[in-house]
């Protein structure tokens, strides 16, 4: 039993958790404020604590821009009464939302989030087949969803599961093998050995901007965000698979729903931007000190940070996908790209390994 | 007449024109001024005519207009206002043009539905719609006003306005463009 293993281990998952809550927090926060500037509104701005927000000149300045909104939003979530519905199957009603929830938090389990700091690698989980077990786990997605649906036994979150978990299954394909060209670029599956390929040879997006594309499409759709959230729209299906929830469930829908976002571009960050490293100021190395380690962490979370807003944006510009027109782009036009991807990327490099 | 829609190009429908377009319109939209107006730091300017609060006006000597002849009671709708009168043998008045002041006049502000039928129908010019439009209060008989709050609310308004106001109507009818 290699106790230093375990307790550090221990120690790397609550900070990581510890991190994805507060990243979710914040980036609901996020999206309210950024929405309503896009909407040109000011987001929320009231909340103050009673003592730090008279601090002079940073406490107003925090209550302008919402920082201590999340607490609020907390607050409700937890004081607000939790009911069961009687007409729902009980036991699936209370399982649904954590279903949806933890693969979200599975999957930043392998992702590199720093080079390492003093001793320690700053990855949870440094598996050699680290892109495998994070699709195998993004699959196991779309139960939470599904069994939301089924359980509420009503006809909006019916239909609501029913499509988000169609339009789940169709992407991950895409997903999966939109990403095979990277691999088939480095040599290998394990995500360090991808950021390790990334410094030394320059991002993977510049060699495989097509992969990029299909992915971050394909990552809206996972998540089921704009343009792609049919499922959990209001105009058409009151709230899609949630609807029968209240307070604390639909707190952890909504969680899983976000951390499912951070995960999303935590692996985009790894795969296609160069994960922790950046190109100039000889940051590409594994740090040799406390401070270059954390400063690699800071690189990391501020590329996911770029990431998030680049979802929250894209939410609040685009009308929603047609149903049809959403499964037409699935199968029929981004299968048929990836496939064709893959063959071109695998011809050029037998072409380059060849001659 | 058959309306010609033109196919559109493969460029345009592979969206991407179309989404850029849409980030340009976003991020122009993210850095412009906002047109929220901050409510209690920022106030809208009230206009004329304004259908607030009723309340009830004492005249430039400190007495008040109101004879209690309860013709506003009877002609509101939700039927906010609640007069008692005094009477044979209640109070006199306090002024001695009138016969008789209410013993005790109440409006429940949470009935009252702003119509300003009231104001209209009064012949002593006593109670008018304000300017006041945020009327809060801690439970529902905080909210009923009874005739001190009403007054005190109401400040002063100088004699008889309508005849003024006749007059002008008069003087712009005398004068009707186009003759017969």
């Given at each position: ?40 509104r ?39 009464e ?26 930043v389990?392998v ?56 339009q ?40 495989a901007?097509l ?17 792609f ?20 469930k ?27 490293t ?5 940051m ?29 944006w ?42 | 007449?058959?309306?010609q ?25 993210f850095?412009?001024?906002k ?58 008045a ?87």
């Amino acid at each position: 039993m290699d106790w230093n293993f375990i307790l550090f281990s221990l120690i790397k998952i609550v900070c990581v958790i510890g991190a994805v809550l507060t990243m979710f927090a914040y980036s609901v926060l996020a999206e309210r404020k950024i929405s309503a500037f896009i909407q040109d509104r000011v987001g929320p701005n009231r909340v103050a604590l009673p003592l730090i927000g008279s601090v002079p000149v940073i406490g107003p300045f925090l209550t302008r821009i919402g920082f201590w909104q999340p607490i609020a939003d907390g607050l409700k979530a937890l004081l607000k009464e939790d009911f069961t519905p009687s007409y729902v199957r009980k036991a699936y009603f209370w399982l649904a939302p954590a279903i949806a929830l933890i693969p979200a938090f599975l999957t930043v389990a392998v992702i590199p989030f720093g080079s390492n700091l003093g001793h320690q690698r700053m990855v949870i989980a440094d598996l050699n087949v680290g892109i495998l077990y994070t699709f195998g786990i993004v699959s196991l997605g779309v139960y939470g969803i599904v069994l939301a649906g089924y359980a509420a036994n009503s006809k909006y979150p019916f239909l609501g599961g029913i499509r988000s978990s169609a339009q789940m299954i169709s992407y991950e394909i895409a997903m999966g093998m939109s990403v095979i060209p990277l691999f088939l670029l480095v040599g290998n599956l394990n995500l360090g050995q991808v950021i390790e390929y990334q410094a030394r040879h320059g991002w993977l997006i510049l060699y495989a901007p097509l992969s990029f594309f299909i992915f971050l499409v394909s990552a809206f759709a996972e998540t089921n965000r704009l343009p792609f959230d049919l499922p959990e729209c209001e105009t058409e299906l009151v709230a899609g698979y949630n609807t029968e929830y209240s307070s604390m469930k639909f707190a952890l829908f909504f969680m899983g729903e976000y951390a499912n976002m951070v995960a999303g571009s935590a692996m985009m960050v790894t795969l296609f931007f160069g994960g922790w490293t950046l190109p100039f100021a000889g940051m590409d190395q594994p740090a040799a000190t406390v401070l270059m380690g954390l400063v690699h962490i800071g690189i990391f979370v501020g590329k996911v940070l770029v990431l998030m807003v680049v979802f929250i944006w894209v939410r609040w510009m685009l009308p929603r996908f047609r149903y049809d027109q959403l499964m037409d782009l699935g199968w029929r036009r981004f299968i048929p790209l990836a496939l064709a991807n893959i063959l071109v990327t695998a011809f050029v490099l037998w072409w380059r390994s060849g001659s | 007449m058959i309306v010609q829609r033109k196919q559109l190009t493969l460029w345009e429908r592979l969206y991407l024109p179309a989404i850029i377009a849409g980030l340009k319109v976003t991020l122009r939209h993210f850095f412009k001024k906002k047109v929220t107006m901050e409510y209690p730091e920022e106030k809208w300017v009230v206009p004329e005519g304004y259908r607030g609060a009723p309340y009830l006006v004492r005249d430039q000597e400190g007495n008040t207009k109101c004879v209690s002849c309860q013709l506003c009671e009877f002609v509101c709708p939700p039927k906010a206002i609640r007069i008692i009168p005094p009477g044979p043998d209640g109070p006199p008045a306090d002024r001695p043009n009138a016969e008789k002041i209410p013993l005790e006049f109440e409006i429940n502000m949470l009935r009252c539905i702003f119509c300003g039928y009231c104001q209209e129908v009064c012949p002593e010019e006593a109670i008018f719609l304000m300017k006041d439009y945020s009327l809060t209060g801690t439970s529902r008989e905080e909210m009923i006003y009874n005739k001190e709050k009403l007054l005190e609310l109401g400040g002063e308004h100088r004699g008889i306005q309508k005849w003024k106001q006749k007059l002008e109507e008069a003087k712009a009818q005398a004068t009707f463009p186009g003759e017969v």
